[in-house]
């Protein structure tokens, strides 16, 4: 890369968080979407109506984010999960859940530079996207660690299963719902126990922020009510009648994510799972 694709880089970079912060501004002063309008006219899902689900075939692509192989499998984005654009996954992305155009670009665009393709031109499949430590990373809320399940689009249903017992907290509707130190409590046990029982384990301060975006996607976007989220996470299918909890105008900016993103990585505490790590660890030995 030479030195005029940097600056341009940092150019656009920086032009896009300004964005941020405007839209971030403005989300506070403007009114918010209004229940059962969230997702726009003229898009799949517009009065809480999805495409039909229909399970993935054997010869689909898959990834380890659940929110972009829930699109696959409604049909949003292409059903095979191959040939998808950049530039279209983000608008998809920002109809479909409400983030902020700058977080629709910001995004997509870091896909591309990860997987060293052109984001206005090039497409990709979704199974590129779990590239060990680009995106994907160990440590998973969802999902075993890449050196003991090599295909990142596998459940494992354990984790969904115990994530979702762990929800404590409840709504105004007296829905049982998951809250940031749920989340914190489970990303600490996983990355405890991860990183006893895999030897080729590593999570930079980089990817530990990533899971916890991913974590705080539960609770902004579904609002983390457990019934919505067992569709989601075990079939990875947008529940019916559901729409985005998100109601900003210009949805969830990049840094209205942040403050749940750190209401979540600071209270991760892997020192408190010392005996589900001895546990796990003696399971582990005792299986290979």
């Known amino acids: 890369m030479g030195p005029f694709s940097i600056v341009s880089r940092l150019f656009l970079d920086v ?9 971030t501004l403005s989300n506070l002063v403007r009114r918010k979407r209004r229940i059962g309008h969230v997702t726009p006219q003229g898009h799949p899902g517009y009065g809480k109506y999805w495409p039909e689900y229909r399970p993935p075939k054997e010869t689909d692509s898959r990834c380890s984010c659940p929110a972009l ?52 031109e090039d497409l990709f499949d979704l199974e590129e996207l779990d ?6 990373h ?17 459940k494992h249903t354990p984790f969904i299963e115990e994530l979702l017992a762990a929800a404590t907290g409840s709504d105004k509707e007296d829905n049982t719902v998951i809250t940031t130190k749920d989340l914190s409590r489970i990303l600490g046990k996983r990355r405890a126990v991860a990183r006893a029982v895999n030897k080729e384990f590593s999570l930079s301060l980089f990817h530990k922020i990533f899971g916890s975006a991913n974590a705080a996607t539960l609770i902004t976007v579904f609002g983390g009510r457990v019934d919505d989220l067992h569709n989601f996470l075990h079939e990875e299918r947008l529940p019916e009648g559901w729409e985005s909890h998100i109601r900003q105008p210009h949805g969830i900016t990049m840094m209205q994510l942040n403050k749940t ?28």
């Open 69 to 120: 192989n829930a699109m696959a499998n409604h049909g949003i984005i292409p059903r095979s999960g191959r040939n998808i654009s950049f530039v279209e996954v983000g608008h998809h992305i920002r109809a479909t859940y409400n983030f902020s155009p700058t977080f629709c670009s910001f995004v997509p665009r870091f896909a591309a530079r990860m997987l060293k393709k052109n984001y206005s």
């Open 261 to 288: 993103i750190l209401g979540i990585e600071l209270r991760v505490r892997e020192q408190d799972w010392a005996e589900a790590v001895r546990e796990a660890a003696e399971c582990h030995e005792a299986s290979v």
């Open 138 to 154: 160990d440590g998973s809320l969802l999902r075993l660690d890449s050196a003991l399940e090599q295909t990142q689009s596998t």
């Open 131 to 136: 590239l060990h430590n680009g995106i994907e």
């Open 15 to 23: 032009g896009i968080l300004s964005w941020d912060i405007l839209l």
